[in-house]
């Protein structure tokens, strides 16, 4: 391989010095004519090759991004829509100036019975094109907003909240239970077991629900994540879903968005008997990042309430004496870990 | 800007006492002849004070670090391109953290920061705007040499000692900084976090702070001489564009970079003196640690009020340069002298207006996020103006192809297909998609990366007969443009496509995701390329340091045909640039196919019967 490279190296340095010889002789102004053309030859070969290799890319690699599938949630049909708009726009000004660039390169070479002709401003070109993309920029922009102002906006009164743990390099979860209020968290209280410093003296953290990496949500309705993290930066990438949150240690952040196709569907719809609605985490967060995956299971709200019946409190589990007696009462005396 | 004639003139007259105090007589030829005896190879080389001489002291360091900065993207890439294979060699090269021939995840992630930091900092600024801010300024506003000669030789002695402590951070035994070249605490701000966020990031933050100093000295050296030290007639409108831009790369640096220091200062306190600035909330590794009420994000809005800057401190210069370059090869006046500058101006504005679009997932306050996007998508007009304004240079051109002109037309290309991406991002909603997956690797690549690589090496090919009084061997400049240009768009064309399946950046390995696995013979398709890419670059690298000492001697002072001033020099100027008086400036940089003259040089005064241009 290095072998091979090097002596590709050595023969395009020796036609390299012979070239550099043979214009010598030739004479400097044959040469460099001669070398105008075959260069002025290949932009517009590029130009052709280039469109054709952009089209071919395009067949090959359509079918792998995540718009045939369509968006899994319903905010996500916007961002679907806007990127379409744009990948249109966009498109075309990219062949115009393309094409014109090389076209152009090609066309206006040097030419021993032509002149470059004097042409240094013009007011009127120039409004042109100084108005246009103003104008379409002003169309992006005002669709652009709309999406993610509706996006951003307030979660419906009826979310399922799921407050989202991030830590190196895992995914954790908690539901509120039947009162449908998170008990508070203070980060001072993490232990071993406790490992998301959950305040137990507060009686809404008694029927909470902790699991760990896999989520687990009900299709069609508005799920609104409060979103952590215990360490570093790390983000919730759902791709999917076409939505993106960054978990912040000691700032809160939260995303909603409606799930419109379950996990069962999914798998029928891409022909994928694995497919996963997957968690990546999408800001670097240390040597595993990479692999700090969480699984979110999109089900029917009758699947959804089962699984949920199933869970059993994380209070009961770290304290099943207290919590079978009295699990709304105070629990100051019996937590060994408090301080 | 314009002082008048008299304030001009004194200045002119005040810049040329202060070269003679300082370096000897260069009022005569002979004189200075006199006075070369007298240089030591220290003075001459090392501690030189000659600005052509500290630009190429900051292009061949640029050229060290490029192919580090390269090299580094190449291992990596082959752990992207081929997660199952072994290479025995890496550990030859790397000892335990690539034991077994497989690069460690921890020294992967400390790879990718390096080629980022490298690339970013030492490559495309110090090396492009170091290089050619030095190189040109001087030489074509017609100085002798910067304003503060003293300084400018400090700059790149404070870059050298930046380049030395990043180099030495590579050696230390738990790695260089891993966190990534935008370095977000916490992640950077606690040892427990990752190998590389321990002694590697006190030295990268160091090393940074080095680097600022360096940059802000050579800023402040720009600006002054560009505005206090133009020849007499050269007024501001007068101006080539390279020497605008630059001008305009200078000013973002001074302003922005201080504020990146700070937050590298704010850094350096959290990890060592226990300060919390950007700590609250943590746990790490069982530990409970007491900082409380820091803003991590706060860090990221000081690292992108420089960061967004700093991605047009790296693009105006290549700008200025494919302008340049542009209307000297295709024999014709930049179309719209004053929309290209007031473009750059618009840019320049607007670099310090949206730097939160780096953020827009962060948690940012919506209705904050819509005015980033409204700003960002404005900088879209600055910058078609220039596009079309390139177009219509070349319309009825005589173009000449030399290999300057070729990387100009593909920085062009590139700067098309980079710039209309950013339109994607810049949308938050877009984002919101898009957000730290491949098609910001692809965007920031083809824009910010290869495309100002391209000003640099049009630049290279452009201004080598100046340096070094000889060409580069053309046949090699050929092949190095071709494969480079082909081999960037087939390695970050496709890249968009993983952008758009949502495959995030900074990934080790994607064998374990079900969602991303399904790209792993286009990745090994990009890793290919990317190494014969490589390859072509070290071609680059050959041709150039051979050509230094073997390379066709130049026979013309002004071998392109040029307007500008540094053409008037002898072929191979001393230090103080003209033997004889500095030329006096008639008219603007872009006189060419004027009045059925082929170009008329800046110096040539205006004629009874010459049209008005601009």
Known sequence: ?339 | MDFGPYRKEKIKNMSSVATLQHEGVHGSHDAHHEHHHHETFITKYVFSQDHKMIAKQFLVTGIIWAIIGGLFSVVFRLQLGYPEATFPWLEDLFGHWAAGGKLKPEFYYALVTMHGTILVFFVLTAGLSGTFANFLIPLQVGARDMASPMLNMLSYWFFFLASTIMFASLFVQTGPASGGWTIYPPLSALGETSSGAKIGMDLWLVSMAMFIVSSLLGGLNYITTILNMRTKGMSMTRLPLTIWALFFTAVLGVLSFPVLLSGAILLLFDRNLGTSFFLSDIVVAGKILPNEGGSAILFQHLFWFLGHPEVYIILLPAMGMSSEIISVNSRKPIFGYMAMVGSVFAIAILAFLVWAHHMFVTGLNPFLGSVFVLLTLLIAVPSAIKVFNWLTTLWRGSIRFTPGMLFAIGFVSLFISGGLTGIFLGNSALDLHLHDTYFVVAHFHIVMGVASMFGMFAGVYHWFPKMFGRYMNNTMAYIHFWVTIIGAYLIFWPMHYEGLAGMPRRYYDYSGWTSFNMFNGLNEFISFVAMIVFAAQLLFVFNFFYSMYKGRKCTSTNPWGSNTLEWTTPINPGHGNWPGEIPEVHRGAYDYAKDGREFTPQNVPVGDDESKGH
């Not at chain 1, 490992?195 to 299709?219: C, E, K, Q, R, Y």
């Not at chain 1, 999914?266 to 996963?276: Q, V």
């Open chain 1, 1 to 339: 391989m290095i072998a091979l490279g090097a002596l590709i190296f050595v023969v395009v340095f020796q036609i390299a010095k012979a070239s550099e010889y043979v214009s010598i002789l030739k004479g400097e102004d044959k040469t460099r004519k001669q070398n105008n053309k075959i260069n002025a030859f290949f932009l517009l070969g590029f130009l052709v090759f280039g469109l054709i290799g952009a089209w071919y890319c395009n067949e090959l690699y359509y079918g792998k991004t995540l718009f045939p599938q369509g968006s899994a949630s319903i905010e996500g049909e916007a961002i679907d829509t806007m990127m379409i708009v744009t990948i249109v726009l966009t498109g075309i000004i990219f062949v115009i100036t393309q094409v014109l660039l090389f076209w152009f390169s090609f066309k206006y070479q040097e030419k021993d019975n032509k002149k470059a002709f004097y042409f240094a401003h013009s007011t009127k070109l120039e409004l042109v094109w100084t108005t246009i993309p103003a104008i379409v920029l002003a169309v992006l922009v005002v669709f652009g907003l709309k999406a993610w102002f509706k996006i951003t906006g307030d979660a419906p009164k009826d979310s399922i909240v799921v407050e989202v743990t991030g830590h190196q390099f895992a995914w954790e979860f908690r539901y509120p239970g039947a009162d449908k209020v998170l008990g508070k968290k203070n980060y001072k209280l993490t232990t071993a077991k406790n490992n998301l410093g959950v305040d137990f003296n507060d009686p809404a953290s008694h029927d909470d629900i902790h699991v760990n990496t896999t989520m687990h949500i009900p299709v069609g309705v508005p799920v609104k994540m409060v979103i952590h993290s215990q360490d570093v930066i790390h983000d919730v990438g759902l791709p999917h879903f076409r939505l993106k949150m960054d978990a912040v240690p000691g700032i809160p952040t939260t995303q909603w968005f409606t799930p419109k196709i379950t996990t069962a569907d999914m798998k029928k719809k891409t022909n994928n008997p694995d497919f996963t609605y997957e968690i990546a985490c999408d800001q670097l967060c240390g040597s595993s990042h990479y692999a700090m995956r969480g699984v979110i299971i999109v089900e029917t709200m009758e699947e959804y309430k089962k699984w949920l019946a199933e869970q059993v409190s994380e209070y009961s589990t770290l304290y099943p004496k207290t919590a079978t007696t009295d699990s709304t009462k105070l629990v100051t005396q019996v937590l060994p870990e408090k301080k």
